[in-house]
């Protein structure tokens, strides 16, 4: 049984339309993370939620935010997309503080901007 | 430089057994990871392994871990064509924020 879905596998969005990608958890973990993966790198830390907190990287533009409404779900919102904005979207899940060991990862958001 | 660096292609025949290899920059890592990922997906955990011990074996999975050169290796016996993926180097402390390297394409031929 999947434990990270992602809806949806595909997205497809205008340029400069707001497009919202979306994560839900049964795992019940206290740390989510939204990754960007282009072709051939790594995935990106764009953000983080360690509970409620909400932990943005430096280099993360501001056309990106999230919002975790409660503890299962987690929203990646972006303004304005650009071309340069097309990726895979990789949502993720751990549990720290409790000894576990690994980050759970959905199947991924692919964005394609037109 | 890059916090995990990766060699970005490994070519074998089915059958050999293949290597591929990663080293990190983060003394203080404590978990290090091999995902695997195929096309369109997202990322599979394969096994990991804790920075206090040198080697890990899982059926044809044998993990190696260097902590002084920060070297680590994942090791697949019996490669098949099933095995042909991109295979991705991580670290951790705990099981925070893992930072990953850029992807070994593994390509598996006949």
């Known amino acids: 049984d999947a434990m990270v879905i992602q809806n949806p596998r595909y997205q497809v969005t205008q340029f400069g339309k707001p497009v919202t990608l979306s994560c839900s958890q049964t795992?019940?973990?206290?740390?989510m993370y939204w990754y960007q993966q282009k072709s051939s790198q790594a995935p990106k830390l764009l953000f983080h939620?360690?509970?409620?907190?909400?932990?943005n990287e430096a280099d993360t533009p501001d056309n990106f935010q999230s919002r975790r409404p409660n503890t299962s779900f987690c929203f990646l919102d972006i303004r304005s997309p650009g071309l340069g904005d097309a990726a895979m979207y990789l949502c993720?899940?751990?549990?720290?503080?409790?000894?576990?060991?690994?980050?759970?990862f959905g199947q991924g958001t692919r964005l394609t901007v037109v | 430089g890059e916090d995990v660096e990766q060699s970005l292609f490994l070519s074998v025949r089915e059958g050999d057994s293949s290597v591929i290899n990663c080293t990190y920059t983060d003394s203080s890592s404590t978990y290090l990871y091999w995902y695997k990922q195929e096309p369109g997906a997202g990322l599979q955990l394969l096994t990991y392994i804790f920075s206090n011990m040198d080697m890990k074996q899982d059926q044809r999975l044998t993990v190696l871990l260097n902590k002084k050169d920060k070297h680590l290796s994942l090791r697949i016996a019996d490669t098949q064509t099933g095995d042909s993926a991109i295979y991705f180097c991580?670290?951790?402390?705990?099981?925070?924020?893992?930072?990953f390297g850029r992807g070994t394409s593994l390509i598996v031929h006949p």
């Open positions: 991580a670290e951790s402390k705990g099981s925070y924020i893992p930072t």
């Open positions: 939620y360690y509970d409620k907190d909400f932990n």
């Open positions: 795992l019940n973990h206290n740390v």
């Open positions: 993720a899940t751990s549990r720290v503080g409790d000894g576990s060991t690994e980050a759970f």
